[in-house]
């Protein structure tokens, strides 16, 4: 019996452990169960997410745009570009369009398995979760080329997981829509590559000045390499960095395998941009057209051309001269500016140049600046004179003025006595001017100003003959060439046509009723005699150019302002230099450095291979016919006048002979100093 005892006591465990091991499953099983559960749950969750997310899909594909400002094409009269404003888009390129080596730089810069993965590269993702964390910031993205495009065609720049997924879940739409090359190609035709440039078109035209199809090696990978940063990497507004980030791009197609042979090179020839920013001073005259759109057409709506009068080689030429005066006269002679307009006698302005460099300094010396013209505000008064029975012969005495409380002194304190008008105006004597003003009254200088085309705010006051109320250089330009054109009002002019990118015309430049006689023909062909002698004889005579150029010199108080304005048969121009800060220069005159330049600018402009077209002059009293009645047969010197005036200076010229002597030494000495006052 004992032993029947002990036999079922040890069986009895032994069903027990067979028992636990039916009823507990081991730990693997129960972990494997475990996942699969947490799968199934994540699945599930994962599905909601995605399909919360996915109810705005079709509203988001259907909105496939970008916002951008308009973009406005400014042209030189020749057709080549000036400048380019707001945001521009290329035509679109299809796949064979692009050059390979463009494609082939995004790839290898950018998403180097673009032909391997769907849309979304885990990849690169957990290569740049890694390198991210070892820099211990967000150094590198792990997005798809296919990524960037659904952002750039649905989705706003912000930085949100919820815009990652959306971004995540339209590239997996879009690789199933489009086909690889069909991806790259909208890619390339959309993205942003700095200077308002949008698509790889757009981005040719403005840093290379030609079609993407003709983009070289190097000028590809420059391009490609704008993406990481459009305006730290522009070949236009930081050469160096473009230069460095291009040579990290094809260092990048060489790992690759896309470079083989010659081209493996980095020093490979760059065609440089036609017209690079910084010292670009073809931007004074594209912003002056700028200013005037918005008065002709309204805010525009729609992208533009706008067609201009600008010729490029004087504006070229006039930038030239002004830069190089600045250089290499400048420092020693105390000034640091200077600008410049050349006009047609239409009033066709062809070129603008309203600083020294443009990068450094935006404001427009030539239309916003407000300076004292000093003397070459005197063809005004002797005009008015003219107009009030003087005669460019008269006698008036060039004497110290001792009435009145202003009282204005020639240079060194020099006076020549009784001399004419014609004289005065040629040697530029202030008190000449004063006294003219004090006779015909100072309302009538103003008045004849406002009829020359002169708007701004002039102090009725005596000093106003000697030029020192200040006045924009485009409005001098514009009063002498009512002058040039024998009493015919001018209004200057830039924009002859604005058209929209579909060749519809907004706005073309319409002359007629443009052109009034509001001065008398004779007395302004008498003063254009007048003033040619300032060239040929006096204050002026540094800015002969070798042929017809009539013009004044003109020095503010202090030597503040240098002034040259006048004109040939063809062009008026105008020169000023001084400092922003209205500080003196070292006694520069308008005789030396701005006559000087003056000669050069119009010489050039002669010489210009492709001229301007203007259209000539019309009187819209009398019409042409009528001007030229006027002009040619009610002359300032008739058959009676004519004697009067021989025998005049027969009787005065013995006179006068030994003072002009005294004259003409003292002023070649003053003008080899640059050193004159009554300029």
Known sequence: MAKKKTTSKKRAPSKKKKGAQKNNPSLLRRFVKLCFVLALWGAIALGLILAWFAKDLPDITKRASFERRTAITVLANDGSVIARYGDHKGKNLTIDEIPTDLVNALLAIEDRRFYYHPGIDPLGVARAMVVNFQKGGYVQGGSTITQQLAKNLFLTQERALTRKIKEAMLAVWLEYELTKDEIIAAYLNRVYLGSGAYGIEAAARVYYDKPASDLNLRESATIAGLLKAPSKYSPRSNPEAAEMRADVVMNAMREAGYLEGEKTSTNYIVTPSKKPIGNNTNRYYSDWIMEQIDDIIGRPETDLVVETTMDPQIQDAVAMIIDETIQSKGERSGFTQGASVVMRPDGSVVALVGGKNYARSQFNRATHALRAPGSSFKPIVYLTALNHGWKPSSLIMDEPIKKGRYRPQNFGHKYYGEITLFEGLTWSINTVAVNLTKDVGVDEVISTAR?????????????????????????????????????????????????????????????RGRYRQVLPAYNTAALKQMMHSVVVNGTGQAANPGFFAAGKTGTSQDYRDAWFTGFSNQYIASVWYGNDNNSSTKRVTGGSFPAQSWRKIIQASHRDPSPSRYQRIRSDDGGFDGFLKRLFFKTPFGDKEKEEIKWKHDREREKRSQQQEVFQSDYESQRQNSYRLND
């Open 451 to 511: 009829l020359m085309g002169i708007k701004s705010d002039l102090q009725p006051d005596l000093s106003l003959s000697l030029g020192s109320s200040g006045v924009p250089m485009l409005e001098m330009v514009t009063a002498y060439a009512t002058i040039a054109s024998n009493g015919v009002s001018v209004e200057p002019f830039g924009i002859t046509r604005i058209k929209d990118t579909k060749d519809n015309v907004l706005y073309e430049l319409d002359r």
